[in-house]
C-alpha cells in the first residue's frame, strides 16, 4: 500500500498504516534516545523529528521514549523493537542502497571499518594505502573497536570488522585476515632478552594492555587459560604505549610479534624474547554482516586487506 508523504509529497510506503520512512526516525530515536541529536543525525529540524515521535506513539500506542531526570529513556516497547528495526533497515540498504556495480578508480563510497589498536597500527597503514592507490575517491571511516563488535556490525554501525576471532559474531561470514604469533618485548639490556624462563617470566613486572573499551585483552585471555599468574605492576590502554613503558626497566610485556617487531625495529633500545610457553596465535578475521555478502565493494576491499598483509618472516 502506498501514500503520499505529508511533507514532501513522495509516494511512500505504507505497512498497515505505518510510513515506512518513519523507521528510520525510529531508529535513530531508540540509538540515540535523543530528539535534537536523532533529527541531527537525519539532517531535519528537532519539530519534524518532534512530529515523527509523535506519530510514532500513535501508532505503536507506547510512548516509546519518556523523560526521566534530564535524559530520556527507552520504554519496554521501544527496546523490544531496537533489534528488528535496525535488521529491516540494513537489509533495506543492502538491498536497494548499493550499487550492483562498482568501479573502485571513479566510486566515491565512503566504507566505515571498526579495528582494535592492534590492527590500526599494524593492518590498517599499508591498506590504506593500497586503497588511495586503487581508489583515490574513496572514503574510509576508522573506528575504534567497542566492547561488543559484533553488535557494531549486527545494528549496521561498521560495514566491516577487523577483529580477533574469539571476539567475532557467530552470526555473520568471516575471513582470517592473518595470524600472529605472542612474544615478549623487554629493555634491550634486560639479561632476559638472551633466555626467558617461564619462573623468570611470571616473576618479572609485566606492563598489559587492557581495551578501553572493557574486556580483555587476548594476552590476558591466554595467560587465563594456561592457568599463568604474572605479576602485572603497569596497565595501559594502548599497544603504541608498550614499549615505551618497558624500555630502561626489568618489566616485560606480551604482545603480538607483527607488532613486537615494528617496535624493535622503530626503537633500538627495544629487544623480543620468545615466551616460554605454548600460545595459540592471535587469529584476526574480517567480518562483515550476512545481508552485504555480495556487496561488490566490500568484496574488493575484502581482497585488498588480505592482499596488504605482508607475510610473516
Known amino acids: 500500500m502506498y501514500g503520499i508523504h505529508p511533507i514532501t509529497g513522495i509516494p511512500v510506503m505504507r505497512f498497515q498504516n505505518l510510513d515506512l520512512n518513519l523507521l528510520a526516525a525510529l531508529d535513530k530515536l531508540i540509538r540515540l534516545q535523543s530528539v535534537s541529536r536523532a533529527a541531527d543525525e537525519l539532517s531535519i ?8 515521535l509523535n506519530r510514532l506513539r500513535l501508532y505503536f500506542e507506547d510512548p516509546l521514549l519518556v523523560q526521566v531526570g534530564r535524559r530520556m529513556e527507552l520504554t519496554p516497547r521501544a527496546e523490544a523493537l531496537a533489534g528488528p528495526v535496525r535488521d529491516i533497515l540494513v537489509r533495506i540498504e543492502a538491498a536497494v542502497a548499493t550499487p550492483p556495480v562498482f568501479d573502485p578508480a571513479t566510486s566515491t563510497r565512503n ?3 571498526m579495528v582494535s589498536d592492534y590492527s590500526l597500527a599494524t593492518v590498517v597503514p599499508p591498506f590504506v594505502q593500497q586503497v588511495a592507490r586503487e581508489a583515490p575517491s574513496m572514503r574510509l571511516t576508522i573506528k575504534p573497536q567497542r566492547t561488543y563488535p559484533g553488535l557494531q556490525l549486527e545494528r549496521g554501525d561498521t560495514d566491516l570488522l577487523i577483529a580477533p576471532r574469539v571476539y567475532s559474531s557467530p552470526d555473520h561470514p568471516s575471513q ?4 600472529d604469533p605472542m612474544v615478549c618485548i623487554l629493555d634491550a639490556t634486560n639479561p632476559a632478552a638472551g633466555h626467558l624462563d617461564l619462573a623468570t617470566f611470571a616473576a618479572l613486572e609485566h606492563v598489559a594492555m587492557e581495551p578501553p573499551v572493557g574486556g580483555q585483552s587476548y594476552a590476558a585471555h591466554l595467560l587465563r587459560d594456561a592457568g599463568v599468574a604474572v605479576n602485572v605492576a603497569v596497565t595501559t590502554f594502548s ?5 615505551d613503558l618497558v624500555r630502561g626497566s626489568d618489566r616485560i610485556a606480551l604482545v603480538q610479534r607483527r607488532l613486537a617487531r615494528r617496535m624493535v625495529e622503530q626503537d633500538p633500545g627495544l629487544a623480543m624474547a620468545e615466551p616460554p610457553l605454548s600460545m595459540a596465535p592471535l587469529e584476526q ?9 555480495t556487496d561488490p565493494a566490500l568484496v574488493w576491499l575484502r581482497e585488498r586487506l588480505i592482499a596488504s598483509v605482508a607475510p610473516d618472516p
Open 45 to 52: 529540524t528537532q519539530s519534524a523529528m518532534s512530529n515523527a
Open 285 to 293: 578475521v574480517i567480518q562483515w554482516h550476512s545481508m552485504r555478502d
Open 111 to 113: 566504507v566505515a571499518l
Open 176 to 179: 582470517t585476515l592473518l595470524r
Open 239 to 243: 599497544f603504541s604505549s608498550l614499549g
